[in-house]
């Protein structure tokens, strides 16, 4: 059975990330590979919306049932 799981070295141990089904003192063999951290913090909301580009008419938000489902007739 091979598992690829990420963990963290916390200066004597390496702690898994994930739960893993073993049973205690299971001898298991590790290849090591260094995951770069993510430097990047996550971007916000804003961020994101922004970044989407939308175009609409000056009024959308306002209006926006008008657009979706159509204007109701007085």
Known sequence: MT????AVF????????????????????????????KTEKPKSFLATARSLKLRGAPD???KIDDYLYGAEEK
């Open 3 to 6: 598992q690829i799981l990420e």
């Open 10 to 37: 916390d200066g004597e141990v390496l702690r898994p990330e994930t739960s893993i089904n073993l049973q205690p003192n299971t001898k298991v063999r590790l290849t090591i590979e260094v995951v770069e951290q």
């Open 60 to 62: 959308w938000s306002e």
